[in-house]
Structures are given as structure tokens and as C-alpha cells.
């Protein structure tokens, strides 16, 4: 640790981009907690710095119709880039693919649980709502994994942070929502929840769970210093996840759904695809070395979308 350590400058301060919600904000200052913890700075060294960023301004429209989830990050990685700040902190399974030239995803904390959890206040489990009763997401994953599941739902988008659902819900404006456990679980809502969903039932979105740490990739001081807080296994979950991801052009315009989970030196991996109707829904899984981690990734991508053939994207992305 001490020799990794003697690699950085021992007086610069590290600015932290986050968005401002209060889910954003508590991951942020978790990763300076942990900065400052295996470092044994001074706290004042990391910087929080709120960016406001082109999804939080937007509220009236589903994300599907403006942009998809580079609108989380936009604002931000231009500051990165223009050096404004040092690296970013990020819900993993709200970063696309694609990042601009000169970033990278640099660290992952060690991942918290993927399960979504289900609240409501008029039934106990997402089985037990009643016929024609209304649930609110605005994640077309979560919306078209009704659907299929129960069609007999009505689903309305519902956008905002966690405490603007958790107030619609309050409010009436739907009977059920669903949100990731983790989120609850890092802003202490935990008692919201009416029971979680098997992984079975509801695949979580490719990096639900996890915090990713963005960054230059030429800026090795920060590089080195996110490396002391990295967690190698949901680092190599995180990239066959995002491998199967980026075969499959996945935005927040795609119902597409991944998970890797890590058992010694072996990697076993889920993935499913479904149409916004939920009518149809396509599913893999895939098992092999961590080593090939990627390469698992990528080939269960390019299995799905095989099996799907185009018309299913273009029904999927319209």
C-alpha cells in the first residue's frame, strides 16, 4: 500500500464529480469515505463537485426519446475533460458503452446487492397485486419484464429520483414501483420495500448494483489512487457484462438485461432481451473461466442478437 501510495502527489486535491440527487451523493461520499480510509488523508483532499447534467434537467419526457443514458453523464465528462474535475463517480448500469475518447471506467466498489425491490403499500409481492392495478418505472427493462409477466398490469412511466417515486407512489399516482435494492439500501430506505425480486423473475440491468469510478485514462496519479479502492471481482463482472452490452447497442432506447456473477476462478453469466411489449423475451447463459470474462460477454451478446434477427432491434430502438 505504502509503495503505491509514494506514486502520488502527497498535496493535490482530487475533485469528484457527481450528480446532485441524494442517490448520487451518498455514493460519492462513499467513495471518499473509502479514499480517505485507505489513504489516511485528510478528507478536505477530496472535493465533491455537483454537475448537473441533461437527464436531471429533463423530467417531462421518457429518456428513450431524447438521448438515452449518456444524458446522466454528458456534463460530467466534459468537466473530466476539461480538467475541471479528477475523476467521476457513477451507478455503473447508467453508463454507456461508449465513452468519449481519452475516459475510462477505472474502479468498481465492491458491488452491492442486484435484486430489484418491489413497494407498495397494496400488496405484498409484485404476484399479489391485483388485476388491472397501475405500476410505475420509467426503466423499459422493468416496464417490458411486467409485461411479460404480468400483462394484465397497467405500466406508466414514472421518472425522478428514488424520493420523487417514492412520493408518487405515496401520492397515489400508482398502486406499485420497482427500484434497484442497492439504491435503497445506500440512502437507508430500506424499510420501503414490500419483498425483493428473485433474479429469476427480474434480471437486473447490466451493472445494477455496482459504483463505477470514471476517469482520464492518462491521468496516472488518479489512476493509481482509484486503484486502491477497486474490487477485482465486480470489475471482471462489470466487463462481461458491458461486453454483452455493447454487442447489443444497448442504451435506455433497448430492454436488455445481464448479469454476471463470480464463483472461485469460474464465471457464470445471464443475459435476456425483450421486446418494449414483453411479448417476447429472449435469454442466455453462458459459464466459463474469469479469464475469458469478456470473451463470454461478447459471444452470449452475439448469440442474442443472432437469435433475435434485425427486426427485432428495430422493433426494440422505435
Known amino acids: 500500500m505504502q509503495s503505491r501510495l509514494s506514486q502520488i502527489s502527497s498535496s493535490r486535491i482530487w475533485r469528484i464529480g457527481t450528480r446532485g440527487s441524494p442517490l448520487a451523493l451518498a455514493q460519492a461520499q462513499e467513495v471518499k469515505d473509502r479514499l480517505v480510509a485507505v489513504t489516511g488523508w485528510d478528507a478536505a483532499r477530496f472535493e465533491i463537485c455537483v454537475i448537473r447534467t441533461s437527464g436531471d434537467r429533463i423530467q417531462d419526457r421518457p429518456l428513450s426519446e431524447v438521448g438515452g443514458k449518456g444524458l446522466f453523464t454528458k456534463e460530467i465528462e466534459e468537466a473530466m475533460l476539461a480538467g475541471?474535475?479528477?475523476?467521476?463517480?457513477?451507478?455503473?448500469?447508467?453508463?454507456?458503452?461508449?465513452?468519449?475518447?481519452?475516459?475510462?471506467?477505472?474502479?468498481?466498489?465492491?458491488?452491492?446487492?442486484?435484486?430489484?425491490?418491489?413497494?407498495?403499500?397494496?400488496?405484498?409481492?409484485?404476484?399479489?397485486?391485483?388485476?388491472?392495478?397501475?405500476?410505475g418505472t420509467s426503466s423499459l427493462r422493468r416496464q417490458a419484464m411486467v409485461r411479460r409477466l404480468r400483462p394484465d398490469l397497467k405500466v406508466i412511466d414514472f421518472r425522478g429520483n428514488v424520493e420523487t417515486r417514492l412520493r408518487k407512489l405515496a401520492d397515489g399516482l400508482a398502486?406499485?414501483?420497482?427500484?434497484?435494492?442497492?439504491?435503497?439500501?445506500?440512502?437507508?430506505?430500506?424499510?420501503?420495500?414490500?419483498?425483493?425480486?428473485?433474479?429469476?423473475?427480474?434480471?437486473?440491468?447490466?451493472?445494477?448494483?455496482?459504483?463505477?469510478?470514471?476517469?482520464?485514462?492518462?491521468?496516472?496519479?488518479?489512476?493509481?489512487?482509484?486503484?486502491?479502492?477497486?474490487?477485482?471481482?465486480?470489475?471482471?463482472?462489470?466487463?462481461?457484462?458491458?461486453?454483452?452490452?455493447?454487442?447489443?447497442?444497448?442504451?435506455?432506447?433497448?430492454?436488455?438485461?445481464?448479469l454476471a456473477e463470480i464463483d472461485g476462478d469460474?464465471?457464470?453469466?445471464?443475459?435476456?432481451?425483450?421486446?418494449?411489449?414483453?411479448?417476447?423475451?429472449?435469454?442466455?447463459?453462458?459459464?466459463?473461466?474469469?479469464?475469458?470474462a469478456v470473451t463470454i460477454g461478447r459471444q452470449a451478446g452475439e448469440r442474442l442478437k443472432a437469435q433475435a434477427g434485425p427486426d427485432f432491434f428495430a422493433t426494440v430502438g422505435g
Not at 475516459?103 to 388485476?131: C, G, H, M, N, Q
Not at 459504483?211 to 485514462?217: D, K, P, Q, V, W
Not at 469460474?266 to 459459464?287: N, V, W, Y
Open 84 to 135: 475541471d474535475v479528477d475523476f467521476s463517480v457513477n451507478s455503473s448500469k447508467d453508463m454507456p458503452t461508449l465513452l468519449p475518447d481519452g475516459l475510462e471506467l477505472s474502479a468498481f466498489l465492491p458491488r452491492e446487492d442486484v435484486r430489484d425491490a418491489f413497494i407498495s403499500t397494496r400488496a405484498k409481492t409484485f404476484a399479489d397485486l391485483a388485476a388491472g392495478a397501475v405500476v
Open 266 to 292: 469460474r464465471l457464470t453469466f445471464r443475459g435476456q432481451i425483450l421486446t418494449p411489449d414483453g411479448r417476447i423475451s429472449l435469454s442466455i447463459a453462458r459459464e466459463g473461466p474469469v479469464a475469458d
Open 175 to 258: 398502486d406499485a414501483t420497482l427500484l434497484a435494492y442497492a439504491g435503497l439500501k445506500r440512502l437507508g430506505k430500506t424499510a420501503a420495500v414490500a419483498s425483493l425480486i428473485a433474479t429469476d423473475d427480474f434480471l437486473p440491468a447490466v451493472g445494477q448494483g455496482a459504483i463505477g469510478l470514471e476517469s482520464r485514462a492518462a491521468d496516472v496519479e488518479t489512476q493509481a489512487l482509484l486503484a486502491l479502492i477497486h474490487d477485482p471481482a465486480t470489475g471482471i463482472a462489470l466487463h462481461c457484462e458491458r461486453a454483452f452490452l455493447d454487442v447489443l447497442d444497448g442504451s435506455c432506447k433497448t430492454p436488455i438485461a445481464g
